[in-house]
C-alpha cells in the first residue's frame, strides 16, 4: 500500500511538473536574457560584439571595417554605423558591420532592435541573423533571417525575409514580404522577429506584418531549429541601389538591441 502511494504521489509530481512547463510555455511572459543599450562611449563592447572585414556579398561597393571609431562607435547612449565616401585607390567607400557570432546566439525568442535608417539612394542598412552553423554548411543551407531590410531608392518600406535551401527541389527558397512604414524610417522604429518551433512572426513597432511556418523548411535538417547569430550592418550599392554623385556619408542609428526568450526555450 506504502509503495502504491509512493507511486502515485510520484506520478501527480511529475504530471503537475509536465503541466506547468506546458503553462510557461503557452505564456508570453518573456524575460531578458542579452541586450546592448549602448549606454557607454568609444567602441561597441568586444564582448558583445564582433565585426565583419572587407567586401564581402552581393557585389556592395563597401569595405567593412575593423574597430574603427570613424564606422562603428557608441555615443550618447546610440551606436551608430557610418558609411562615408573618402577618395582612395582601395576602398573609397567604406562602413562597418557588427555580428554576435562566436559571442552569442540563440533559439527562438522575441529579438528587437530600435533603430533609425538612412534614407540616401543606395543605401541598405539591415538586422538580420544567420545559422551558426554558417562555418560547416554554408549559405543558404545556414538560413537566414532578415529581421529589417531597408533600400534608399524605397524610402519608406522596409522588408522581412526568410531565406533557406530547399534539399527536395535542391535550390535557394526565400519567403518575402515588405511592409509600408507609417512614420519616416529615420524616425525611431522598433523592428522584431518572435520566433518559436512553429513560426516566426516579422512586427514594426509591435504590430506583427508577416509571418513565416516554419515547417515550411524541412524536417531533419531544417535551420530554423538551431540557434542563430545576429548582424547589423550598412551595404552600399547593390540591391540599395545607385549612390548619388555626390554622397558624402550616411547613418544607420541604433537605440537598442534586446533578446527575450521564454522560461521553456
Request: glycine share 6%; hydrophobic share 35%; aromatic share 16%.
Amino acid at each position: 500500500m506504502k509503495k502504491f502511494v509512493y507511486g502515485l504521489i510520484t506520478l501527480i509530481s511529475i504530471s503537475y511538473h509536465a503541466n506547468t512547463v506546458a503553462s510557461e510555455c503557452m505564456e508570453e511572459d518573456y524575460k531578458l536574457v542579452w541586450s546592448d543599450e549602448f549606454d557607454y562611449t568609444g567602441l561597441p563592447d568586444k564582448v558583445k560584439w564582433n565585426y565583419e572585414e572587407g567586401y564581402l556579398r552581393n557585389k556592395e561597393l563597401q569595405y567593412y571595417q575593423v574597430e574603427s571609431l570613424e564606422h562603428s562607435y557608441v555615443k550618447d547612449g546610440f551606436l551608430t554605423l557610418e558609411a562615408n565616401y573618402t577618395p582612395s585607390l582601395t576602398h573609397p567607400y567604406k562602413s562597418a558591420s557588427l555580428k554576435t557570432e562566436n559571442r552569442a546566439t540563440w533559439r527562438y525568442g522575441k529579438i528587437e532592435v530600435r533603430a533609425s535608417l538612412p534614407t540616401a539612394p543606395g543605401t541598405w542598412p539591415a538586422i538580420w541573423m544567420m545559422g551558426e552553423n554558417i562555418r560547416q554548411v554554408y549559405w543558404p543551407r545556414t538560413g537566414e533571417i532578415d529581421i529589417m531590410e531597408h533600400v534608399g531608392k524605397h524610402p519608406n518600406r522596409v522588408h522581412a525575409n526568410v531565406i533557406y535551401y530547399d534539399y527536395e527541389e535542391e535550390k535557394k527558397k526565400a519567403k518575402n514580404n515588405s511592409h509600408i512604414t507609417i512614420d519616416s524610417v529615420q524616425s525611431f522604429n522598433t523592428y522584431a522577429i518572435k520566433w518559436t518551433e512553429d513560426e516566426i512572426i516579422f512586427l514594426l513597432n509591435d504590430v506583427p506584418y508577416h509571418r513565416f511556418d516554419i515547417d515550411e523548411a524541412g524536417g531533419e535538417k531544417n535551420p530554423f531549429r538551431k540557434p542563430f547569430y545576429l548582424i547589423l550592418n550598412l551595404a552600399l550599392g547593390s540591391w540599395g541601389g545607385e549612390l548619388e554623385d555626390d554622397f558624402s556619408s550616411a547613418k544607420f542609428i541604433i537605440d537598442y538591441v534586446r533578446v527575450y526568450q521564454q522560461p521553456c526555450f
